[in-house]
Nanobody, 124 residues
Framework: QVQLVESGGGLVQAGGSLRLSCVDS????????IGWFRQAPGKEREFVAG????????YYTNSVKGRFTVSRNNAKNTVDLQMNSLKPEDTAVYYC?????????????????WGQGTQVTVSS
């Protein structure tokens, strides 16, 4: 059973940075596609970024391109989301998710396992 845990959320001023990490207790990250999603108050959960297996290619929603970077840290068994130039509209609960069959997807239903989420709040 894949268990995902996010960390690194917090409160930051607009223009600041945060780095989120997602760890998998079963050490299956190397063969899973990992996605980051977020859900703002009163809104539906949306895709943010993903890193594929196999191949390691990355993909992002348009609103975060150039500001967010998703990467694997194989030594720590984490997938990290570096978030720079944060904006108040980035405020949300951020979730990581694992797609065990690999391949890219922007869709929630394609992901098999989810973490509990970590809160990111960006003040103006």
């Amino acid at each position: 059973q894949v268990q995902l845990v996010e960390s690194g959320g917090g409160l930051v001023q607009a223009g600041g940075s945060l780095r989120l990490s997602c760890v998998d207790s079963e050490r299956t990250f190397s063969t899973n596609t990992i996605g980051w999603f977020r859900q703002a108050p009163g809104k539906e959960r949306e895709f943010v970024a993903g890193i594929n297996w196999p191949g390691g290619s990355t993909y992002y929603t348009n609103s975060v391109k150039g500001r967010f970077t998703v990467s694997r840290n194989n030594a720590k068994n984490t997938v990290d989301l570096q978030m720079n130039s944060l904006k108040p509209e980035d405020t949300a609960v951020y979730y990581c998710a694992a797609k065990v069959r690999g391949g890219s997807s922007y869709e929630e239903y394609a992901y098999d396992y989810w973490g509990q989420g970590t809160q990111v709040t960006v003040s103006s």
